[in-house]
């Protein structure tokens, strides 16, 4: 517990000092959101549809490009190694760089609302703060999957490109689950009404999660 | 005689189709030392690996601790410590900051007055607010020296130790080794090149085609790391 | 080709040679959607076996996690390999299908979608490890994949269910396929499943066999250059 605690700290301490990761995901979100309202023609008045999807289009693409790059750091002067040595459990590792990924993410959100409100016509009002469960239940799904993903795709000749081929199948449930919550959301509806799609989210969550925890040492192993 | 903190049997670790260890049979004794000479390339750092538990060897097996070096239990990987090429320092920290995150990692008790003492027997303690990545690489050598050994490890493993050292450097690395041993350490080592050290209980091995045998050296030109070893350990 | 492999490839061949018979000249032809129907008897199975095949690479993969051995490792590439085969040939089946009677060449049905999800994981599988060296690190790597993508897929088949439900499709989808009246039809959808599963297990052996082989040579590869440096001599 203290050591993920210190992990943690430790991440959030670099990312205050360099910014790179909450920066490169804000600007990341920023420019997959101008293109989206070029690609769909958000000027229309109240796009509730189109701003939902492009909500969901930059959390996928910016996630996948900066969101782990805690984990990607690890390898410089090989801490990674310095990690896998400790008495600490890998699982513990993978917990933390989960966490890192998660506030990076969701700080870029918190903006990626914002502009999306800005950009398709949409209003501050309920309906942004019945967004929030949502994006979070999605969020912390991504950052799983996205962390354990990163561990292999790092460590392979294909690298960054393999990131996406694995990920964006297997996001899939939970980019259908958070669109169409989404959409409901932002036109009007209460929670009430998406709850088989928050049911869907939370079971994804659960379910990479945990599956990330467990499997992360086969894949931090070294050959 | 008791039992050996490091034992190989057949040990062998082959990339693909090089072998860059094989049949390699070791045992270090505890409160002892062994120097591994060889060139470059030759599989020092590999087999320090492996007994770190870092990397998995393809023939045979290590014992550390007497457990296998693949199901180190996280009680036996808090008594290694490694040094390797790489610092497994995060430049963007201070070199306290580094420490101090080590110590909370090995649940050590006050992190924080153990990374100030540390600092001070590494020569660092007025760089102790800078950031690593400010650090010339002698620095960061000797901070990687007190990150190692900053848990008091019974086993120590140093991949080449004095690289990038200069004699003050070299002198305090050199203490620290033998302090360590004289509170019961056991050391592995591994330089490039070696002559004989009198009056101390290194054994000398030397990696070649693949397999550890004594080191049969003819004088070979000392590297000052060697030199400066033999005067501040012999003594 | 060993004893069971070749039991294996004849058993196919009647069985396939039997549906065959079955679906061209057995089963009648169906009411609403003509002889364009009949491709159903393929497309269905291949769609199972696409399933089956992913549930052993995730079998595979577990125990390949547990125990290491080599074995299971190859048992799971072998099967995302054939599987992937099977997987495409659903797709394509459904696209013959889907245009002549609907005029388009795909419908975004449930069934259809999670399909090309599964076709999707499999080619990361593939992907992942056609463009990586061999190694046990790799085939750790392809482990992992093979288990949370066998996760996923339940997930996937609810959500996608659930999309297609709220949003009914412009189109009349296939989910009415499955009412067979005749009891022929039902006769021949299970002939054709027999076939099918036949023909997967023959040459899920068949690539299975190949992979161990290739391991062999390359362990043997190994002890030879081994030998060499031995002999080499200090």
Known sequence: ????????????????????????????????????????????????????????????????LGATRALLAERENGCIRGLLMSPIDPATIYAAKLAAAFIFMLIAEAASVVLMVLFFNLDFDATIWREAPILILGTLG???????????????????????????????????????????????????????????????????????YLLFEYVARED | MAAPVVETHGLGKTFGQHHVLRDIDFRLLPGRGTFIIG????????????????????????????LD?????????RRIGLVSHQSFLYPNLTARENLEFYGVLYALSDPRALAVRWLEQVGLARY???????????????????????AEPALLLLDEPFASLDNEGEAIVAGLIRHAMTMGASVVASAHSAAEIEGVDFEMLEISRATLAPLRSKEKPEGRGIARLRSLLGR | M???????????????????????????????????????????????????????????SVFYLWLGNSLWDDLGYAAAEVGMVFCTLMLVSGMLWAKPIWGVWWTWDSRLTTTFILWLLYGGYMILRAGSDDSPQVARFAAVIGIVAALDVPIVIVSVRLWRTIHPAVLVTKQGGHGLED???????????????????WLLMLRFSQMRSRTRIQAIGRMLSLAEVRAGGR
């Not at chain 3, 009891?183 to 297990?201: D, K, S």
């Open chain 2, 128 to 150: 102790a607010d800078n950031r690593v990545r400010e650090f010339s690489r002698g620095m960061e050598q000797r901070l990687a020296t007190a990150r190692a050994m900053l």
């Open chain 3, 2 to 60: 060993s004893s069971t492999s070749k039991l294996l490839g004849w058993l196919s061949l009647a069985s396939m040679l039997i549906a065959i018979v079955m679906v061209f000249d057995y089963v009648p032809t169906e009411a609403d959607q003509g002889i364009v129907q009949r491709i159903f008897y393929f497309h269905v199975p291949c769609a199972w076996v696409a399933f089956a095949a992913f549930g052993i690479v995730a079998i595979a």
């Open chain 1, 1 to 64: 517990m203290a050591a993920f605690a210190a992990i943690l700290r430790k991440d959030l301490r670099l990312e205050a000092r360099s910014g790179e990761s909450t920066v490169a995901l804000i600007a990341l979100s920023l420019l997959i959101l101008v293109v989206m309202v070029f690609a769909l023609d958000a000027t229309r008045a109240r796009g509730v549809e189109a701003a939902a999807g492009a909500l969901w289009v930059a959390l996928v693409f910016a996630g996948m």
């Open chain 2, 39 to 66: 060139a470059n390339g030759a599989g020092k750092s590999t087999l320090l690996k492996i007994i770190a538990g870092l990397s998995t060897p393809t023939a045979g097996h290590a014992l550390v601790f007497g």
């Open chain 2, 69 to 77: 070096s693949r199901e180190l239990t996280a009680r036996y990987r």
């Open chain 1, 142 to 212: 991504f950052s799983a999957l996205a962390t354990l993903l990163t561990a292999i795709s790092g460590r392979t000749r294909m690298g960054d490109l393999l990131l996406p081929i694995l990920a964006v199948p297997m996001f899939v449930p939970a980019l259908i689950a958070g669109v169409k919550a989404s959409t409901a959301v932002l036109g009007g509806a209460p929670l009430g009404a998406i709850a088989q799609w928050l049911r869907i989210l939370v079971a994804f969550d659960v379910l990479f999660v945990t599956a990330g």
């Open chain 3, 183 to 201: 009891p022929r039809m039902i006769a021949t959808l299970l002939v054709a499943l027999g076939a099918f599963t036949i023909l997967f297990a």
